[in-house]
DNA sequence: GTCTATAAGCGGATAGAC
DNA sequence: GTCTATCCGCTTATAGAC
């Protein structure tokens, strides 16, 4: 089969989960059934590997978020739609977050730079559109941030939050984090009923 | 002086920004104008040297925000107490921050419970008191990680930030991020004017 | 393309002098 | 308590046979 594409999936999982410099060029090979000089054979060395598997796993996550906020449908319901999307992708994938997470600790200047041409810059531009459309008056890139802190920090914490009080599996679930953080963009934290109103 | 002191601050701020494998006990060593052997005078080994500096950064972090919840003031003057000081504590401290995460991302389940007992668990309480008094139909556990999630976000991204469209330096700013967040808070997206109400 | 063998270097940690 | 000298394992990467 591809032997390449075998590599790339399985060291982004080794990556994701343990870091660039507790997996041994040993251990990727390990998890392909090969040998590690065979890796070389397709990369030139593991920097590459490295910087090419985060590239095969960000592959499609933000043409998916572009398509959840295109259509002409009203503002309120492509943010839904959006905030629905990010919670999924990282939910079912949530070594792509880990990986993420990585980059944006360790990554210096120029490779943040790369990764946020390559993958932040759409996905957040639209996001910016879309809050400047319904709150002309407000700082579209702190509500922006927010709204991806919103998602993205309650996927990241899902090792902590079993130990902190008032936790509840279903706290897991992307549907009910997504209605969470509609209902509080909506209203704020108080002001809401229990169920999200229209 | 003190050696084992400066061992531990010089040793938290390079593994804060480097991670632990980055680090090596030479490095460490170095930095405080020793040699790596010594280190071993102070400490049984690299893991008790790492473990030994989160705990010297950590300390007295909790109790501030403690400080700042306190106290019989109004449920939201009280918020806004606590996330003005989570804003300004870990903007004047990013490093305190950095090992939070990684720590969040690397630990085991044994070491994410001994950080929760000694260092969240307190504030995260008492956060959780606070929303269930203001919002008594809601879910504080989802409420409280959000409030969480939307100040340390907008810390954790300050290397990304810039290079999003939208920024400005003064999003840097704590008291501009913590007047952003409790206007969020308390009335959403969209209702709130540009400058928060009373 | 994959293998075995191996080079060359860095890492944590210890021994023992001072 | 700190030093120098050193051990030993593991790492990335290469050479060369198949």
Chains 1, 2 share one sequence.
């Not at 090969?34 to 920097?47: Q, V």
């Not at 932040?120 to 709204?147: K, N, W, Y």
């Not at 939050?161 to 108080?190: I, M, Q, S």
């Amino acid at each position: 089969m591809d032997t390449r594409h075998n590599i790339l999936t399985a060291a982004a999982v080794l990556f994701a989960r343990n870091g660039y410099d507790k997996v041994s060029m040993r251990d990727i090979a390990g998890a392909v059934g090969i040998r590690a000089p065979a890796l070389y054979n397709h990369f030139p060395d593991k920097e590459h590997l490295y910087l090419e598997s985060i590239a095969h796993v960000l592959q499609g996550k933000a043409e998916a978020l572009a398509r959840a906020i295109a259509g002409a449908a009203p503002a309120w319901t492509r943010l839904e739609r959006y905030v629905a999307c990010l919670a999924r992708i990282f939910t079912e994938d949530p070594d792509a977050l880990r990986l993420i997470q990585r980059e944006v600790l360790n990554g210096d200047d120029a490779r943040l730079r790369t990764l946020t041409d390559q993958v932040f810059q759409t996905p957040f531009q639209d996001m910016l559109d879309l809050i400047q459309e319904l709150g002309p008056g407000r700082d579209a890139h702190l509500l922006a941030i927010s709204v991806m802190a919103l998602v993205l920090d309650h996927i990241e914490l899902a090792c902590l939050r079993p130990l902190l009080p008032g936790y509840r599996p279903e706290h897991d679930d992307p549907e009910v984090l997504a209605r969470h953080v509609c209902t509080l963009l909506r209203a704020g934290l108080v002001d809401a009923a229990p169920s999200a109103p229209r």
